[in-house]
């Protein structure tokens, strides 16, 4: 799941990077910023409704489905440098705070698939090495592709579990959602790996599209299904409502995504809308954050809008209301762990001699 664009390539060592208003700003390791204070003014806080915050700041089992998931890489026979870096990944809130409300067997399947997802994306994907090669015609007739890797190998294992009991059109449908995103994780590689050499990003919009293609919610919202004792109706998922709820989704997480990344981004000079959006605008840091955090706040409200067209009516589906409130808690957990997460926090953005730490206020 491309949601931290990968690790450092290199040692760099961050300098003062100055923006195209004039204005400067810093990006310092979190050490070098412990004793600065805090900009947490209102002009940089998201502001998220109550609804989509669950009572559950994070799931028991998330702990225990840690360990098993480690467990399994090893099994799988992932190379020492690969634990290392799953080690890091901090699984445990990874999965924990965005699917609070999963059984015990539930959260260690989530777990799994999410570790594995984002293990392989920054270790071949990113890397232009290998594309997704599990479809459809695989898992529902049980044959394996030729010549796996240890990773297609732990996604046949997940991928079997997750057919059995499902439709053919689910499996189908999830099969699908993974080799799209796989071509666009492919696409924004290949962007990345142009602005590597030559200092141009893809423009802000573009890049808004592949950050939102390649967040990884489409397959979510797949694999939040699979929580359920039975399945949503196919005429559901079709229509425009949901499907622009499930664009929603994606953008929502791609934007904090990249507003919590930010200085870590810069730090590992890749490409961020932060960055793109100043230079294509000519903000200053803070200006171009803030844009970032309306767009976001104003996705929310469109959201609850068609969430209730959606779920208006007596006789609307419980399991609608279900989906409705569960994609609401997935979407922000992922922005409430990677507020926290390490492989985020290791660097701060520094403007004025104050870090700059964009917050969340429900309202």
Same mark, same amino acid.
């Given at each position: 799941m491309n949601k #931290?664009? %990968?690790e450092p390539m290199s040692n760099i060592s961050p300098g003062r990077i100055r923006s195209p208003m004039g204005g400067s700003f810093t990006i310092v390791s979190a050490e070098a910023a412990a004793s600065l204070p805090r900009d947490d003014s209102a002009r940089l806080q998201f502001r998220v409704p109550e609804a989509w915050r669950s009572p559950v700041a994070r799931n028991p089992f998330a702990g225990e489905a840690q360990g *098993?998931?480690?467990e399994w890489f090893a099994a799988l %026979?992932?190379?020492?440098? $690969?634990l290392e870096r799953a080690r890091a990944f901090d699984i445990a809130g990874y999965v924990g705070v965005p699917f609070p409300m999963l059984s015990q067997e539930k959260t260690v399947l989530f777990a799994r698939f999410l570790s594995l997802w984002l293990l392989w994306d920054d270790m071949h994907v990113e890397n232009l090495e290998h594309r997704w090669r599990i479809g459809a015609e695989h898992v529902? #007739? %049980? *044959?394996r592709p030729p010549e796996m890797t240890r990773f297609d190998e732990g996604w046949w294992q997940l991928f079997e579990e997750l057919a059995a009991g499902r439709s053919a059109r689910w499996s189908r449908g999830i099969c699908q959602a993974m080799a799209t995103w796989s071509d666009a994780a492919v696409e924004e590689a290949t962007a990345m790996r142009h602005y590597g050499e030559t200092g141009v990003p893809p423009r802000f919009e573009r890049q808004l599209e592949l950050r939102s293609a390649t967040i990884g919610?489409?397959? #979510?919202?797949?694999l939040l299904e699979s929580g359920y004792? @039975? $399945?949503l109706p196919y005429k559901f998922h079709q229509q425009? @409502?949901?499907r622009r709820l499930n664009l929603l989704a994606n953008e929502l997480v791609g934007v904090g995504n990249d507003i919590f990344s930010f200085a870590k981004d810069q730090a590992q000079r890749q490409p961020n809308l932060v960055s793109t959006l100043m230079a294509e605008r000519g903000l200053s840091v803070e200006e171009a954050i803030q844009v970032l955090i309306r767009r976001h706040d104003e996705a929310i409200i469109e959201f609850d809008q068609l969430a209730r067209l959606l779920g208006s009516g007596a006789r609307t589906d419980l399991r609608i209301h279900r989906w409705l409130r569960d994609v609401r808690y997935a979407t922000l957990g992922f922005s409430l762990w990677e507020a926290q997460a390490p492989r985020y926090t290791s660097y701060k953005v520094v403007v004025r001699e104050r870090a700059i730490e964009p917050m969340f206020a429900f309202v």
């Open positions: #931290t664009k %990968g *098993r998931v480690l %026979g992932c190379t020492s440098e $690969e529902l #007739t %049980g *044959r919610m489409y397959v #979510t919202l797949y004792e @039975t $399945e425009p @409502t949901v």
